[in-house]
T-cell receptor, first 115, second 116 residues
């Protein structure tokens, strides 16, 4: 299924680099999310965007900067990262209406390695 | 706060065996519950969900029943195949509050290995 796409799929960057991760959803959803998946740790929510407005920042360091220009696109801008930021970064989307229990649909992720 | 606990594994079974992966949760109110599956090198795929007590979610031969009295959502399959080898995640979404989108709370994932 390719309802949620992410680019690049793999990224290697130095600690002084600036890079951006891109996510696009083709499902007509109105909410988008960034999650971080590290080895040996549960998936961690990073950011939530609802109708392009950021509604949650889960105590994420400022070296991660999200951007949501419209309900179909989500970016994660990276700068001066640390080696411990190496992880799989997953984007997800959902359609939020007037009832709960809505499933989130995930992209394939970007595997990030910080040297 | 909300939390999800599941067996981490790896869980190794022979093909055609019966599968149970336990999942229990802690949450206030009435959360929705999900199982996601992750194949190597891929993102998470929604496997099934249940939104209220006693609901049974099912898909591709997998089933899970939302048990509020035991705060559990165990995943079962009657006869597993080699292609079911993957990591399975139990997750919850807190009860609807009218506040819009909310993040999922995940367990640590259970690595399932099915041998021919």
């Amino acid at each position: 299924e390719t309802g949620v796409t992410q680019t690049p799929r793999h990224l290697v960057m130095g600690m002084t680099n600036k890079k951006s991760l891109k996510c696009e959803q083709h499902l007509g959803h109105n909410a988008m999310y960034w999650y971080k998946q590290s080895a040996k740790k549960p998936l961690e929510l990073m950011f939530v965007y609802n109708f392009k407005e950021q509604t949650e920042n889960n105590s994420v360091p400022s070296r991660f900067s999200p951007e949501c220009p419209n309900s179909s696109h989500l970016f994660l801008h990276l700068h001066t990262l640390q080696p411990e930021d190496s992880a799989l970064y997953l984007c997800a989307s959902s359609f939020e209406g007037t009832s709960g229990g809505v499933a989130q649909y995930f992209g394939p992720g970007t595997r990030l390695l910080v040297l | 706060g909300n939390s999800v606990t599941q067996m981490e594994g790896p869980v190794t079974l022979s093909e055609e065996a019966f599968l149970t992966i336990n999942c229990t949760y802690t949450a206030t109110g009435y959360p929705s519950l999900f199982w996601y599956v992750q194949y190597p090198g891929e993102g998470l795929q929604l496997l099934l969900k249940a939104t209220k007590a006693d609901d049974k979610g099912s898909n591709k031969g997998f089933e899970a029943t939302y048990r509020k009295e035991t705060t559990s959502f165990h995943l079962e399959k009657g006869s597993v195949q080699v292609s079911d080898s993957a990591v399975y995640f139990c997750a919850l979404l807190r009860g609807y509050s009218g506040g819009g989108a909310d993040g999922l709370t995940f367990g640590k994932g259970t690595h399932l290995i099915i041998q021919p």
